[in-house]
């Protein structure tokens, strides 16, 4: 083998690594780039999910029955409260803050309803909010719906709405 011969051979052999090298980190961004999407696929479908069973719970929780009015589609305030304070937990609330919130009548004060706000003759005007279940977390994505609220100490029903922080 002469000189020109290994010298053409060197060539060829770092041509070749060089195309195979090349060819490594396409494919390396290629597999990059895929995973990429694939995990954004996984992430979108995961958020329409969990939009999903929020708006299923949503439509559910008007019809609990430790909250609900005996025969019509709304939320007894007094069952709420007692509820409320029974720290009762369904695994369907977890990861979700659940806010019933008074919109009519319009309460004067932004406060949370307690049962001795409750028993106040400024009821239901002297709280805003009932809080359901509560977490915390960041970036909560919120779905909400009206419901008719009945205030059975003096017989009224009023309007709220189902408020759903989802983290």
Not at 13 to 30: A, P, Q
Not at 92 to 116: A, G, M, N, S, W
Not at 118 to 134: A, E, G, R, S
């Amino acid at each position: 083998m002469t000189a020109h011969q290994s010298t053409k051979a060197q060539l060829e052999m770092n041509e070749t690594i060089i195309v195979l090298f090349i060819v490594f980190i396409i494919l390396i961004i290629s597999i990059f780039f895929y995973y990429q999407y694939s995990i954004s696929n996984v992430k979108k479908t995961g958020e329409e999910t969990l939009t999903t069973s929020s708006s299923v719970l949503l439509s559910s929780i008007g019809s609990l029955p430790d909250i609900s009015c005996n025969k019509e589609n709304c939320i007894d305030t007094i069952k709420l409260l007692a509820f409320i304070n029974q720290n009762k937990d369904y695994p369907i609330f977890d990861k979700k803050t659940i806010t019933i919130e008074q919109v009519y009548p319009q309460p004067k004060l932004d406060k949370i309803c307690t049962p001795i706000l409750y028993n106040d003759v400024n009821f239901p005007t002297n709280c805003k909010k009932f809080i359901l279940h509560k977490n915390q977390g960041s970036n909560p994505k919120i779905i909400s719906t009206p419901i008719s609220l009945y205030y059975p100490q003096n017989k009224q029903y009023g309007i709220g709405k189902i408020i759903i922080e989802v983290y």
